[in-house]
């Protein structure tokens, strides 16, 4: 690989690395009040689990979207606007869940963040399969991000 398809790639990975780590940073003081005081549904990992899983979600996220601006034609740059979409959904739902504590709104938000990157694993797959394939973890940790969301709702109100 090339000098400019490494950089190209390192960017890739930043980026939603980036987003989450933002994310994080702003949600993380309200979550760590809240894992003390909230009932939890029946599944619910340890909160140890959290800052292992995302970073790699988040790198294969990253590896996804290089993939496909690897491609370089309108599709790509299409499904990448898509990818991008998705991201700001990524970005938003832990600041609704946690600062805003807006429960129920989290879910729908995250239901319409799981049609997001269903959308978007879809458009990959018809670029490269192999970006299409990536994204997989992410929407099966996306859609147990919805059970825990509504679990988390229904045993608190």
């Not at 491609?71 to 739902?93: M, T």
């Amino acid at each position: 690989m090339n000098k400019h398809k490494w950089k190209s790639l390192i960017i890739a990975i930043a980026i939603p690395e980036i987003v989450g780590a933002v994310s994080g940073l702003i949600s993380s003081p309200a979550m760590m009040q809240q894992s003390e005081t909230l009932l939890m549904p029946p599944f619910q990992p340890p909160a140890w689990i959290f800052p292992i899983v995302w970073p790699i979600l988040y790198l294969l996220m990253g590896i996804a979207s290089w993939l496909v601006w690897q491609d370089n034609s309108d599709e790509s740059k299409r499904s990448l606007g898509l990818y991008a979409v998705q991201l700001f959904f990524n970005f938003l739902w832990p600041i609704a869940f946690f600062n805003l504590e807006w429960r129920l709104f989290s879910f729908f938000w995250l239901l319409a963040l799981i049609v997001l990157v269903f959308l978007t694993m879809r458009a990959f797959w018809r670029i490269d399969r192999r970006a299409g394939w990536l994204l997989v973890p992410y929407l099966v940790w996306c859609c147990f991000a919805a059970y825990l969301n509504i679990g988390i709702y229904l045993l608190n109100n």
